[in-house]
């Protein structure tokens, strides 16, 4: 049987142009009518061709190549560089224009604000083309690495210890110094280097304490300040919790935002209003897992009207309900004395508020009826008796576990892996974005609003038949 062989020496007649190397139907495209079709006017990004002084690269090439490379799952700076030398595609793109990687790099650097609002005009677009209807919503967080390793993490304690070290390392250079110029022997250059390196360190440790103290933070990574560490399926590692909000009807993500919090207590009503405030309107029902189900978040977004879908964290165990005849839901609430009865008839009174926890305390008005009780031992082995915690949102907790068992509230429910839980997945194992490049807040939002971008196109493209449909309800 034959083989086929390539000739490197054989001539070929080339296109003329770079246009004719990209196909139709080349996503490519599809990236490139998506940035001509956005605002850069609210990316607050200027683009004239009145610019005076050096020549500088187009904004609108440098956004497309950016969004294009994170499509590949390419982020770093060199890998873009490399790209439009080698890659057809990303020369097409670019119209042959061939930035370093510094260029790229600081293009970036210096326009995180306005990638960050890519998405917010790519969400908008999406709702004008009624592929976003904003209806029901669901909200879901994961864990990305930051650009730090976790030993970088320290407590005031550990930085303190470090700060002596250098400062005493410090003294001993000066006098190592002084000594050198009263003997007039050996060299002050290696000394000074090393006086300078110990100076920096000194100040970058002051810097981060005074940042602990501002922030009120009980430990701080000295190479990304604003990571914290989190807990995930790979281990504990220096991370930020990435939330996003995905609408119903195709998938397509509303919103995103990272926050420095390891998990995604009181996350609920600013996910949610931040996706409203993108739609225009206010959506109607909300829906995320147990990690959100803290009752005082979500009681402010039930007042506003929106159907909350969220289980308790006992829900979600799918525990069976125990017959404790001593479990708190059989003390009795008096909503008129704000006292509780238990189940002997013996009364419990306000005993004060827990405010860290938004509780309210109530406790047994006479201990002895709780050491005097037959059932003292099982019910309580407090000397003090009894003590019922409520939340100061206890109703609206009780009526979102019973909302949460009902048939509709499952129906949409059971939506909620498949919609928001597959742009995480796209995103980490695609788009090569389990770990964040950028460091603190600002880089990290820009980067995942990025990702986010070219989940939405890709879905885009499949929603609207392919890539020339897309690109021709763009020009519209």
């Known amino acids: 049987m034959a083989y086929k062989t390539g000739n490197r ?11 004719a190397y990209v196909s139709n139907d080349d996503p490519v495209r ?43 799952g390419w982020r770093s700076s060199r890998k873009l ?90 003294d001993q250079l000066l006098d190592e110094c002084d000594q050198i110029d009263q003997e007039e022997t050996g060299s002050l250059v290696a000394m000074n ?11 970058k440790i002051k810097n981060l304490m005074a940042q602990m103290e501002t922030e009120d933070k009980k430990k701080i990574n000295a190479t990304d300040a604003q990571c914290v560490n989190a807990k995930g399926r790979q281990g504990s590692h220096a991370s930020y919790n990435a939330q996003m909000v995905v609408d119903e009807k195709n998938g397509l993500i509303v919103n995103t935002d990272v926050v420095d919090k390891s998990n995604d207590m009181q996350q609920f009503t600013k996910q949610i209003e931040q996706a409203n405030e993108i739609l225009d309107k206010q ?7 147990a990690g959100y189900s803290d009752a005082s978040d979500l009681e402010k977004i039930v007042k506003r ?22 479990s708190k839901d059989k003390f009795k609430y008096n909503e008129g004395s704000n006292t509780y009865t238990c189940p002997e008839g013996y009364e419990l009174k306000y005993a004060g508020k827990i405010q860290k926890k938004r509780q309210k305390e109530y406790k047994i008005r006479n201990s002895k009826n709780c050491r005097e009780c037959q059932h003292f031992g099982t019910c309580t082995t407090a000397k003090k008796g009894r003590g019922i ?23 949409i429910y059971k939506k909620r892996k498949e919609k928001v839980e597959l742009p995480f997945g796209h995103i980490k194992r695609n788009l090569n974005g389990g770990a964040f490049l950028l460091r603190g807040l ?13 989940f939405n196109v890709a879905r885009m493209i499949t929603l609207l038949g392919g890539v020339r449909p897309l690109i021709a309800t763009l020009a519209r």
């Open 9 to 19: 020496s054989q001539i070929n007649m080339f296109p003329t142009t770079i246009e």
């Open 81 to 170: 560089e490399r790209a439009t030398h080698h890659n057809v595609s990303f020369m097409w793109l670019t119209g042959g224009l061939k930035p370093d990687h510094k260029t790229i790099a600081n293009f970036r650097r210096n326009n995180k604000k306005a990638l960050k609002n890519v998405l917010k005009q790519c969400a908008r677009l999406c709702i004008e083309l009624k592929l976003i209807e904003g209806n029901i919503l669901f909200l879901d967080g994961s864990k990305i690495r930051a650009n730090a390793s976790i030993n970088q993490t320290n407590s005031k304690e550990s930085l303190m210890k470090k700060l002596k070290i250098v400062e005493e390392r410090i």
């Open 389 to 411: 915690k409520r939340l100061y949102a206890e109703e609206t907790k009780k009526q979102l576990e019973i909302h949460y068992e009902s048939k509709e509230a499952q129906a």
């Open 30 to 72: 599809a990236y490139d009518a998506f940035i001509e079709a956005i605002d850069f006017k609210e990316l607050e990004i200027i683009v004239t061709d009145n610019k005076v002084g050096n020549s500088a690269y187009n904004p609108k090439s440098m956004l497309k190549l950016l969004v294009y490379g994170y499509s590949y």
């Open 442 to 454: 600002e880089g990290v939002n820009a980067e995942m609003a990025i990702n986010c971008t070219c």
């Open 283 to 289: 959506c109607q029902t909300a829906c995320a897992d």
């Open 305 to 326: 009207g929106i159907d909350v879908i969220v289980p308790s964290q006992k829900q979600a165990l799918h525990k069976p309900k125990e017959d404790n005849p001593f």
């Open 193 to 203: 280097t090393e006086l300078s390196s110990k100076e920096k360190l000194q100040n």
